[in-house]
């Protein structure tokens, strides 16, 4: 049994682990805008997007959300190749 994706590189969030990244990257990994929630008021409670890092942390810092920002894809495959 394995598991399969549709990604080009580990760099998403526990893609090589719950927050771990146990797996080198191959290419630089993408930084964007972290998604807000969908959930209606009072649930859609926001997290501290200010922060320099955010747990929770597991072997590494590699796959936290950083300063708002959360690692996607990189930017080196374009839409054409994958």
């Not at 926001?46 to 810092?61: H, I, N, Q, V």
């Amino acid at each position: 049994m394995g598991e399969w994706s549709l990604a080009t590189d580990v760099c998403a969030m526990w893609l090589g682990g719950f927050n771990d990244s146990n797996t080198a990257y191959q290419f630089d990994c993408e930084w964007v805008d972290c998604p807000y929630s969908y959930l209606p008021a009072p649930h859609n409670v926001d997290f501290d997007r200010t922060a320099k890092t955010l747990g929770p942390y597991g072997e590494s810092d590699i796959a936290t959300v950083r300063n708002g920002k959360c690692a996607t894809d990189s930017a080196f495959f374009s839409d054409s190749d994958v």
